[in-house]
């Protein structure tokens, strides 16, 4: 088959993202995910309503994405890295300690969390993963410009007595001034990236059903049409040639959807990153030009295209997953609408009296309609009594099966997102036994645990990423930094050759999620007495104790609460210190062996010579209103 031109090619990319907009649009994806960010954000009635009075708005969207969202990415994640081959086998541990620094000194996690908000809200979210390169020109001082001359003077020096016979063709000293620049390029930014694209930002192959069959995938990217032009990664040519269209982010287009809103916007230019997964080429073009920006190139990361895509639920054939609120949508405004119906109710048929009009005065009226305890109301006619001039208006009860209906929607709701009353902090009506509770709550962390599984293989792509981009652009010496068990740094040198290798990446399973102090304790105790029996006999005493203060307990130097080791009695006459009396065995005693069959008391876990001191044993069995161990 003929190869394709540069024009063919263009034509044929601006027909595919033609296409992807028509399907887009047939399928109302772009409308329904307007839809879901208006419902997260509050925005329940139609712009026509919004001048009537009394609309309530019942916000258990925005509950639902806020409870998920913090469960599942609220930590930085614990990166695991496994050898594909045995030779690399010893520098995976030195890969992972490289992989979570990267995570954690970049603040990959900001991003990554945006994107789960996406994959809760829009059903899916994209991480861009990439390399930064950005030079920035400034000027040399005078003392940097006279270092310039002089290494240039010696240098030509030394040539000069290498090479005498050369020496008179050799520049002279106003030359070599003329010829020392005033400008330098600096080195901004080197790096890896990771970043949130909007789900309105990604077009991709509409035959498509997963990211491993589509045959393309472009990014849209919305540029001042000045910045466009300075950008020197752009030919020349077409950059002169780029004109400001109607583009702008999806974000403001209800708001700018008119000429005269968009003369208020700084000029504009929809710019294309185009994949070519086929054939493994990257290309830039703008949306009205008939030429590349940046012709179709060899894919510039070895992993190929740069995106990586979270997906909540899955629907077989379907390239696009549904998120947790397009399930509850319309429950959510039928929450709205009979909320509202309540309040409208409550006040349609609020008390009101009957009155004679001509038996008050303006004084009276005046009286009789405040709100003040204990006014008094003058009557104008005195031919009627009391009891006659003023009466109640009979009250038409609001039926109570229209707020049982709002309970049932509000459990509907709880239902289908897998969120209970527990879950959003409310106390629920029905008092549960903590059986019931408990049963609740593991259905709950079920559909959570679900959630967690994708974003941590997606936090496990994302690393291996990252890592082959290290492997690939990095350059020189790069510092590492290391959390030691005593709580201090260790910074370690490493060179590209230093993670070289092939490896597998995978995410601690938990190590994103919040983890309840109340849990956290509970397991500390429920781990200590396990090992109960075990300790001082095959377990150390003083290491289970810091084991357990520091993980359980948060107690970041739980070294200071050990009891020091007693000093020894001097040795007798003669002896040798640190010698075993005469005539005794050399071999060191056994260890203590627990009791038969788990009777009698156990022998002290923790001695005097290095343990929990009796008063901090006494607090945290205050705390935790546990019983620990015998001691």
Known sequence: MARKSRSDLHEEYQDRLNTSRRWREEEQYDETWRRLRD?????????????????????????????????????????????????????????????NYLWRHHDFRAPFRRIVKDFLIFGHGWAK??????????LLSMSERGDLLDQAVSEVDRFA????????SLPTTQEMVASIPDTSMTIVEDQPFVERISPFDIFVDPEATCMEDMRWIAQRIVRPV??????????????????????????YSDAFDDDNNWDRLEQRVTLWEYYDVEANTMSVFAENSEEFLVDPVPMPYASGQPFVM????????????????????????ELDKTRSQLMNDRKRYARKYLYHERSFGPEGREALESDQDGRFVPVIDENKPLGETVMPLPQVAIAPEIYAYSDTIEDDINTVSGISEYARGAMPEIRRTATEASII????????????????????????????????????????????????????PYERKDIIGEYDFSVEAGSTQPMNDTIR??????????????????????????????????????????????????PPDGAVAGAPPAGANMAPPPPPVPPAGGGGALPPVFGPTGGVPPELVAQLQNQMGMELPSF
């Open 39 to 99: 419902l997260y954000r509050g925005k329940h009635w139609p712009m026509s309503t919004l001048a009537q009075r009394d609309l309530i708005t019942v916000n258990l969207a925005f509950s639902t994405i806020n409870v998920i969202a913090p469960s599942v990415s609220v930590n930085h994640p614990k990166i695991v890295v496994t050898a594909n081959q045995p030779q690399n086998k010893d520098r995976a541990a030195f890969v992972e300690a490289v992989a």
């Open 129 to 138: 993963i990439g390399w930064k390169f950005v030079e920035q020109e400034r």
């Open 161 to 168: 007595v290498d090479q005498p016979d050369l020496a008179g």
């Open 226 to 251: 000045e910045e466009a032009e300075k950008d020197s990664r752009y030919k020349p040519s077409a950059r002169k040639r780029l004109t400001a269209d109607a583009g702008v982010n999806p974000k």
């Open 310 to 333: 979270l997906r909540n639920y899955d629907v077989p054939d379907f390239f696009y997953p549904i998120g947790d609120l397009e399930a509850i949508e319309a429950l959510q405004l």
């Open 441 to 492: 709550a593991d259905a709950q962390n079920a559909r959570a645990a679900d959630k967690l599984a994708i974003i941590e293989l997606a936090i496990g792509r994302m690393s291996s990423r990252v890592i082959q981009l290290m492997q690939q652009y990095m350059t020189g010496e790069q510092m590492a930094r290391v959390a030691t068990k005593g709580g201090g740094d260790l910074y370690i």
């Open 521 to 570: 304790k509970q397991q500390a105790i429920s781990l200590l007495n396990a090992v109960a029996p075990l300790i001082g006999v095959v377990i150390d005493p003083t290491a289970i104790a810091l084991h357990i203060l520091e993980t359980g307990f948060g107690i970041k130097d739980p070294q200071k609460f050990m009891i020091q080791q007693q000093q020894a009695a001097p």
